[in-house]
């Protein structure tokens, strides 16, 4: 019965990914992000349910959802959407600050993914 259960839950693993590793290319990183946001939002999901049992699930599940908010501020550029939207487009210092603060955004992201990813389990 296990094995039955076991076999259910991977064909409905494959399927969930199947549109990333379909519309996926191997030519940029972003589709490698896209893939490890979906297994983080997956991950997350289980943490928040009834199936973990870890003490720390929930909160794991907090940190992982922090690490997706950041990664979408990081990878959907918004520093400097928002820079561009806000008429700015042609101070060259104000973009210099910009693309500043979207480097550190990365680095806080993949600071606190080391920080906390060996956590993300239960």
Same mark, same amino acid.
């Given at each position: 019965?296990y ?5 259910? =839950? ?14 996926g ?19 997350? &999901?289980?943490?928040? &349910?009834?199936? *973990?049992?870890?003490? &720390?699930?929930?909160?794991n ?6 690490? #997706?908010? #950041? ?12 820079? #561009?939207? &806000? ?5 060259r ?11 550190? *955004?990365h680095? #806080? ?8 990813? =060996?956590?993300?389990?239960?």
């Open positions: 019965m094995w039955v259960k076991r076999k259910i =839950q991977q064909i409905k693993r494959v399927i969930d990914f199947l549109p990333l590793i379909w519309n290319f191997d030519f940029d990183y972003i589709y490698a992000i896209n893939f490890f946001k979906k297994q983080l939002e997956r991950t997350a &999901s289980f943490l928040e &349910s009834d199936k *973990a049992h870890t003490l &720390s699930a929930k909160t599940a907090q940190k992982i959802r922090t690490a #997706l908010r #950041l990664m979408d501020i990081v990878y959907e550029e918004r520093y400097v959407e928002e820079f #561009l939207n &806000s008429d700015g487009g042609n101070d210092e104000g973009f210099i600050r910009v693309m500043n603060k979207q480097k550190r *955004a680095k #806080l992201l993949w600071d606190f993914i080391e920080h906390n990813i =060996q956590h993300w389990w239960d």
